[in-house]
Nanobody, 115 residues
């Protein structure tokens, strides 16, 4: 199982970013996918989850209405569209899934929101 995140960067408050996660090594369309984040000095927290076929999504209260998780099973990709970013969204964002091998994490991508 391999998960590779991309799309992070430095943005100003109110701006948008789209994170991508490329998945390989497993039957992508059979498994739910999640985005987590970890801010400095804080525990890693779930941001958003999407079911295997994309019909069900769940979000942390702190990002509802601002973040949208989606997936493309034909491309083995999962995305996190983030709008109205604020400094509290600054964190390393991780792609995550649980397969027959157990839980698997990507290496993370840094998102920094600062003026």
């Amino acid at each position: 199982v391999q998960l590779v995140e991309s799309g992070g960067g430095l943005v100003q408050p109110g701006e948008s970013l789209r994170l991508s996660c490329a998945a390989s090594g497993f039957t992508f369309s059979s498994y739910a996918m999640s985005w987590y984040r970890q801010a400095p000095g804080k525990e890693r927290e779930m941001v958003a989850t999407i079911s295997s076929v994309g019909s069900v999504t769940n979000y942390a209260d702190s990002v509802k209405g601002r973040f949208t998780i989606s997936r493309d099973n034909a491309k083995n990709m999962v995305y996190l569209q983030m709008i109205s970013l604020n400094p509290e969204d600054t964190a390393v964002y991780y792609c995550y899934t649980i397969t027959w091998r157990g839980g698997s994490w990507g290496q993370g991508t840094q998102v920094t929101v600062s003026s």
